[in-house]
Nanobody, 120 residues
């Protein structure tokens, strides 16, 4: 079993910053990529915010390019999302996703999500 847990959400004013963190634990033999997604409201599709593969370059949604930075921790099973210059439209539930090999199969594992609210 692989568990994924996010932390760091909260309420911030427009123009402010927040840092989200994610830790993957459990039966992990290898991780091929870690990513952040968000869902901006009921009925909305979950959208990719940023992804960082174990090999290759990071990618960002156009709407967050230049404002958000995704990074892996030294432990390699952690990933952070530094969010700067936040806008009200960044309000969403943010989810961490990890593609990992559990020793049996490769699969995508998700956290429960953390709420980010940008409001004055």
């Amino acid at each position: 079993q692989v568990q994924v847990a996010e932390s760091g959400g909260g309420l911030v004013q427009p123009g402010g910053s927040l840092r989200l963190s994610c830790v993957a634990s459990g039966s992990i033999y290898s991780i091929s990529k870690m990513a952040w997604y968000r869902r901006q409201g009921p009925g909305k599709q979950r959208e990719l915010v940023a992804v960082i593969p174990s090999v290759g370059t990071t990618n960002y949604a156009a709407s967050v390019q230049g404002r958000f930075t995704i990074s892996r921790g030294d432990a390699k099973n952690t990933v952070d999302l530094q969010m700067n210059s936040l806008k009200p439209e960044d309000t969403a539930v943010y989810y961490c996703s990890v593609r990992a090999f559990s020793g049996v199969i490769w699969d995508d594992y998700w956290g429960q999500g953390t709420q980010v609210t940008v409001s004055s």
